[in-house]
């Protein structure tokens, strides 16, 4: 009998050609015939473009073309020039006018990367400067300088939920507390930067290997844009070095294939680190929360309003506006709510997925506050938390009612292992103080959305499933190959994966949101049902069966018959492949086709985290240690426990960044941080030596499977906060906690701008 597939910590696939550098990246990517590309970009935040002088490019040996955006808007064979997921108001270039430093202006095409290199800092952009804005408030007051025409406001999402009478709650309170948090913008620093490589072949189909975490968008906005059926658009995905949400949507492969379309040559496109961070970062956001609460500490009602810079583009936006209105309320028990959340458009770089898209901001918020509430009753943080959270059979904000919640086994797990109700070891001096901090949270998960899988089962008894998930180093691949033989029952050695080919693979909705496993679980389940019926129709056509089969270790038998191994089934046939598909479609989705008026079902389920830290503080410098960090997260089921707790432990290490370092500076319009030297992350020594974390599994053999990779980073950040605020008594509401912004607040006063 073999050991259960799932559960087991089998290794990566590609292990090896990771660790000596043999595996194949989009960064790799070569084809005949390729012609290489350099950008030249704004140096303006708001400009209208009144010339390109590419003359001194185009006298540079190997250049063949200096591309504009107003060469692709005049070209008839681009008669859709305009793209976006969400909303389609960005160029491929900019055309008329630039809109935020760094926005790509021409693309120069040569031969060499050395010679459109060279060619690049020769073009002459003649630009009219205009009056700008950076901040997401100013830009909606009237008279803001507008960024695009069609949405004179600058509006780019505006949300609005509420349930219960939350005036007349406010107006009974015992304690109304209200608060502003602030969390700057961030890039998500994938090691390999964006790349694309796009070709066209004398039928007018186009074929581009990307970068991307989400092939099926780029293939529909880029047939879309050149108005082609789907089917003569290809995309390959190959594995990505790193993507955490900043490859997801469309990015730089609409002006590659404009590109090669313009010049009649295959053309490859590849960002350097300054030009990576003028893509696209996470939102900024500005959060105003005001709370309601009784003398015993229960939450009654809550006021909420959100705010957060899209940047130039709506890359997510106006969607992500209503994805953080969901969230925004927390996995907490509230009878009155109301939120509203907007989205703004500015001259500054686009901003669109980062791990833990949207919750990140908002968990900072209401987990700080959360803190400040016990602290002004006296209460202790981790009771006040168990009060009040969601449990099964309760309403959430939406209306809807909450089933398979774990948020108290969640934040008891955490407050366990960090030993919550013992106090801190002493500080090794006078000048330092420690504490301890937690935090829980919820994240919905895209919803609707769609996976495909397709299964080939080989007269060898070999099985390769087909998949359009992205390989991004989150073990997508090793994951679905355990799935597969999970379903199909067969060893694990026997199941190979294809990954992301539109032209080969089906369809899947994106790698993001933490949907990946959960889909794939889904869809290979069904696979596996529709395989099972294809065999036993075999069966009892070739072996004359008649009563019910039974499927195991790669066999299919009877009570009375067999087992008869696949392959030699297959072989009876004279069958080469069987191949079946298996869909999943998730339902509901319907509470949020209102921007208006959000209420019901929002997510097909709930994904959930906690994180409990000890930090110590530095009183001299205001420099914060994290000394001890446990994470948690509801896994239901388990496929891969190792891989688990990589998912669990990498989001607490970008959560550290972005609690204490992360923040893309903006001064006068311009990012005065793009770059490794500037920007920081954190390194190998600011992992604390005590990081741990778990994930929390159900009874149930047929527990519903959910999604890890982004549920310790939106806890991490608040958890700090916390502990330090413990550890100081002094509440830090703007993130990055850096030592500055702390001794600042310690020593009682406001922060320097920009700290």
Same mark, same amino acid.
């Given at each position: 009998?073999?050991?259960?597939?799932?559960?087991?910590?089998?290794?990566?696939?590609?292990?090896?050609?990771?660790?000596?550098?043999?595996?194949?990246?989009?960064?790799?990517?070569?084809?005949?015939?390729?012609?290489?590309?350099?950008?030249?970009?704004?140096?303006?935040?708001?400009?209208?473009?009144?010339?390109?002088?590419?003359?001194?490019?185009?006298?540079?040996?190997?250049?063949?073309?200096?591309?504009?955006?107003?060469?692709?808007?005049?070209?008839?064979?681009?008669?859709?020039?305009?793209?976006?997921?969400?909303?389609?108001?960005?160029?491929?270039?900019?055309?008329?006018?630039?809109?935020?430093?760094?926005?790509?202006?021409?693309?120069?095409?040569?031969?060499?990367?050395?010679?459109?290199?060279?060619?690049?800092?020769?073009?002459?952009?003649?630009?009219?400067?205009?009056?700008?804005?950076?901040?997401?408030?100013?830009?909606?007051?009237?008279?803001?300088?507008?960024?695009?025409?069609?949405?004179?406001?600058?509006?780019?999402?505006?949300?609005?939920?509420?349930?219960?009478?939350?005036?007349?709650?406010?107006?009974?309170?015992?304690?109304?507390?209200?608060?502003?948090?602030?969390?700057?913008?961030?890039?998500?620093?994938?090691?390999?930067?964006?790349?694309?490589?796009?070709?066209?072949?004398?039928?007018?189909?186009?074929?581009?290997?990307?970068?991307?975490?989400?092939?099926?968008?780029?293939?529909?906005?880029?047939?879309?844009?050149?108005?082609?059926?789907?089917?003569?658009?290809?995309?390959?995905?190959?594995?990505?070095?790193?993507?955490?949400?900043?490859?997801?949507?469309?990015?730089?492969?609409?002006?590659?294939?404009?590109?090669?379309?313009?010049?009649?040559?295959?053309?490859?496109?590849?960002?350097?680190?300054?030009?990576?961070?003028?893509?696209?970062?996470?939102?900024?956001?500005?959060?105003?929360?005001?709370?309601?609460?009784?003398?015993?500490?229960?939450?009654?009602?809550?006021?909420?309003?959100?705010?957060?810079?899209?940047?130039?583009?709506?890359?997510?936006?106006?969607?992500?506006?209503?994805?953080?209105?969901?969230?925004?309320?927390?996995?907490?028990?509230?009878?009155?709510?109301?939120?509203?959340?907007?989205?703004?458009?500015?001259?500054?770089?686009?901003?669109?997925?980062?791990?833990?898209?949207?919750?990140?901001?908002?968990?900072?918020?209401?987990?700080?506050?959360?803190?400040?509430?016990?602290?002004?009753?006296?209460?202790?943080?981790?009771?006040?938390?168990?009060?009040?959270?969601?449990?099964?059979?309760?309403?959430?904000?939406?209306?809807?009612?909450?089933?398979?919640?774990?948020?108290?086994?969640?934040?008891?797990?955490?407050?366990?292992?960090?030993?919550?109700?013992?106090?801190?070891?002493?500080?090794?001096?006078?000048?330092?103080?420690?504490?301890?901090?937690?935090?829980?949270?919820?994240?919905?998960?895209?919803?609707?959305?769609?996976?495909?899988?397709?299964? %080939?089962?080989?007269? +060898?008894? !070999?099985? @390769?499933?087909?998949?359009? /998930? #992205?390989?991004?180093? =989150? *073990? &997508?691949? $090793?994951?679905?190959?355990?799935?597969?033989?999970?379903?199909?029952?067969?060893?694990?050695?026997?199941?190979?994966?294809?990954?992301?080919?539109?032209?080969?693979?089906?369809?899947?909705?994106?790698?993001?949101?933490?949907?990946?496993?959960?889909?794939?679980?889904?869809?290979?389940?069904?696979?596996?049902?529709?395989?099972?019926?294809?065999?036993?129709?075999?069966?009892?056509?070739?072996?004359?069966?008649?009563?019910?089969?039974?499927?195991?270790?790669?066999?299919?038998?009877?009570?009375?018959?067999?087992?008869?191994?696949?392959?030699?089934?297959?072989?009876?046939?004279?069958?080469?492949?069987?191949?079946?598909?298996?869909?999943?479609?998730?339902?509901?989705? %319907?509470?949020?086709? +209102?921007? !208006?008026? @959000?209420?019901?079902?929002? /997510? #097909?389920?709930?994904? =959930? *985290? &906690?994180? $409990?830290?000890?930090?110590?503080?530095?009183?001299?410098?205001?420099?914060?240690?994290?000394?001890?960090?446990?994470?948690?997260?509801?896994?239901?089921?388990?496929?891969?426990?190792?891989?688990?707790?990589?998912?669990?432990?990498?989001?607490?290490?970008?959560?550290?960044?972005?609690?204490?370092?992360?923040?893309?500076?903006?001064?006068?319009?311009?990012?005065?941080?793009?770059?490794?030297?500037?920007?920081?992350?954190?390194?190998?020594?600011?992992?604390?030596?005590?990081?741990?974390?778990?994930?929390?599994?159900?009874?149930?053999?047929?527990?519903?499977?959910?999604?890890?990779?982004?549920?310790?980073?939106?806890?991490?950040?608040?958890?700090?906060?916390?502990?330090?605020?413990?550890?100081?008594?002094?509440? @830090?509401?703007?993130?990055?906690?850096?030592?500055?912004?702390?001794?600042?607040?310690?020593?009682?006063?406001?922060?320097?701008?920009?700290?």
């Amino acid at each position: 009998m073999r050991r259960p597939v799932l559960g087991a910590d089998q290794p990566m696939p590609d292990a090896v050609d990771r660790v000596v550098g043999t595996i194949r990246f989009a960064v790799d990517h070569a084809v005949p015939g390729m012609l290489h590309g350099r950008l030249v970009s704004s140096q303006s935040p708001h400009a209208r473009i009144v010339s390109v002088d590419a003359t001194e490019a185009l006298a540079v040996p190997g250049v063949r073309a200096v591309v504009t955006g107003a060469d692709i808007a005049r070209d008839p064979r681009v008669p859709h020039p305009l793209f976006g997921v969400s909303r389609p108001d960005q160029p491929p270039l900019a055309t008329d006018k630039v809109r935020y430093v760094g926005e790509p202006v021409a693309l120069v095409v040569a031969e060499t990367e050395r010679a459109a290199r060279a060619a690049a800092v020769l073009v002459d952009v003649e630009y009219e400067d205009l009056p700008y804005v950076t901040d997401p408030a100013e830009a909606l007051r009237p008279g803001a300088p507008v960024l695009h025409d069609q949405w004179p406001d600058n509006a780019c999402g505006d949300w609005r939920l509420q349930r219960g009478d939350v005036d007349a709650v406010f107006r009974q309170a015992e304690h109304v507390v209200e608060h502003v948090y602030h969390s700057p913008a961030a890039s998500q620093v994938p090691l390999e930067p964006f790349v694309a490589v796009a070709e066209w072949d004398d039928a007018g189909s186009l074929e581009v290997w990307s970068s991307t975490q989400w092939p099926s968008a780029v293939q529909r906005v880029l047939a879309h844009m050149f108005d082609r059926p789907l089917d003569q658009v290809r995309v390959h995905a190959p594995p990505l070095g790193g993507g955490y949400g900043a490859k997801g949507q469309v990015k730089i492969e609409p002006m590659v294939a404009c590109a090669a379309l313009l010049v009649g040559q295959p053309v490859r496109l590849e960002l350097d680190r300054v030009e990576v961070f003028h893509v696209v970062c996470k939102h900024e956001a500005t959060m105003r929360l005001r709370t309601a609460v009784d003398g015993e500490g229960r939450l009654l009602a809550r006021d909420i309003d959100l705010l957060y810079n899209a940047g130039a583009y709506g890359i997510t936006d106006p969607g992500a506006a209503g994805n953080a209105l969901v969230r925004a309320n927390g996995p907490y028990r509230v009878p009155a709510v109301r939120i509203r959340s907007r989205a703004a458009y500015t001259s500054t770089v686009p901003s669109g997925s980062y791990r833990g898209a949207m919750t990140n901001q908002v968990s900072f918020a209401y987990e700080s506050q959360l803190d400040e509430i016990a602290a002004l009753l006296g209460k202790d943080p981790y009771e006040l938390r168990r009060l009040n959270l969601l449990v099964d059979g309760d309403t959430y904000a939406t209306g809807e009612t909450m089933h398979d919640v774990h948020f108290i086994e969640l934040v008891d797990e955490v407050a366990s292992v960090i030993d919550w109700h013992a106090p801190p070891e002493p500080p090794p001096s006078a000048t330092t103080v420690r504490g301890k901090g937690l935090a829980v949270i919820l994240k919905s998960t895209p919803t609707p959305s769609r996976t495909e899988c397709r299964v %080939e089962l080989h007269a +060898d008894g !070999s099985v @390769v499933v087909f998949t359009s /998930s #992205v390989e991004m180093g =989150q *073990g &997508a691949f $090793a994951t679905i190959a355990q799935l597969a033989a999970h379903h199909l029952d067969v060893d694990l050695s026997r199941v190979s994966v294809v990954g992301p080919d539109t032209a080969r693979t089906p369809f899947d909705t994106m790698t993001a949101g933490s949907r990946t496993t959960f889909s794939n679980d889904h869809a290979l389940h069904e696979a596996a049902a529709h395989l099972r019926e294809h065999l036993d129709g075999l069966a009892r056509e070739l072996l004359g069966w008649s009563g019910p089969t039974q499927h195991g270790d790669g066999c299919v038998s009877t009570s009375d018959e067999g087992p008869v191994p696949y392959e030699l089934l297959l072989a009876k046939a004279g069958v080469d492949v069987v191949d079946v598909t298996g869909v999943f479609q998730s339902v509901g989705g %319907e509470g949020m086709k +209102d921007p !208006s008026d @959000v209420h019901g079902h929002t /997510s #097909v389920h709930w994904h =959930q *985290g &906690a994180v $409990a830290v000890e930090v110590e503080v530095d009183l001299e410098t205001g420099k914060v240690e994290v000394l001890r960090c446990h994470g948690a997260s509801w896994a239901g089921r388990v496929v891969n426990p190792a891989r688990v707790r990589q998912q669990n432990d990498g989001c607490m290490i970008m959560g550290i960044g972005t609690a204490l370092y992360e923040d893309l500076q903006v001064v006068d319009g311009q990012v005065v941080n793009p770059n490794m030297s500037d920007y920081m992350i954190p390194s190998v020594l600011d992992v604390p030596q005590a990081l741990t974390s778990r994930a929390l599994v159900s009874d149930d053999p047929a527990a519903e499977l959910h999604g890890v990779g982004e549920m310790t980073i939106p806890a991490t950040a608040p958890a700090i906060a916390n502990a330090v605020f413990r550890a100081t008594a002094v509440r @830090v509401r703007d993130l990055p906690l850096t030592a500055e912004r702390v001794l600042s607040a310690v020593r009682g006063r406001e922060p320097q701008e920009g700290a």
